[in-house]
């Protein structure tokens, strides 16, 4: 899917998929191979160690919880 929403108690966190793929490149900066496909592990803590780690190694993207998380 194009764009994949989490919901959360503080508010819906909206990945934009393909976004990040065309932007990103490789599958496997998240993704355990090429081809995609369930992360084994993925909630709240892996959230905040991937996404948010990598907005704030590349200087770009949201790292505060509002710039995430919209009610
Ligand atoms: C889910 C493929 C890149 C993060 C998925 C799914 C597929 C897929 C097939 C499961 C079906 C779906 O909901 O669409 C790919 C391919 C990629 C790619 C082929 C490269 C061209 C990325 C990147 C990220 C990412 C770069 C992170 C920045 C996720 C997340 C999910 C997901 C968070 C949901 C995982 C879950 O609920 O367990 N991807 N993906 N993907 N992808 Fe990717
Ligand atoms: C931008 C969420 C993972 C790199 C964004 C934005 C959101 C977001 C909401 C704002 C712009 C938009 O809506 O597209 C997420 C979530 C992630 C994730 C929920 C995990 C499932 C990653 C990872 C990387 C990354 C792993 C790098 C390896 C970026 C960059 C931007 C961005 C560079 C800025 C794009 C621009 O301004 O052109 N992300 N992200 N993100 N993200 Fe992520």
New binding site residues.
């Given amino acids: ?1 194009d764009v ?1 929403e ?1 919901p959360s108690s503080i508010g819906k966190v909206t ?1 934009t ?1 393909k976004a ?2 065309e932007l ?8 355990a191979s ?7 592990g ?1 909630d709240k803590d892996w ?1 905040h160690k ?2 948010k780690g ?1 907005h704030v190694e590349m200087k770009k993207g949201p790292v505060s919880c509002k710039e995430c998380h919209k009610k």
């Fill in positions: 899917s994949i989490f990945f998929h990040h793929q990103l490149k490789d599958c496997q900066k998240c993704h090429p081809a995609g496909g369930t992360i084994a993925f959230a991937t996404c990598c």
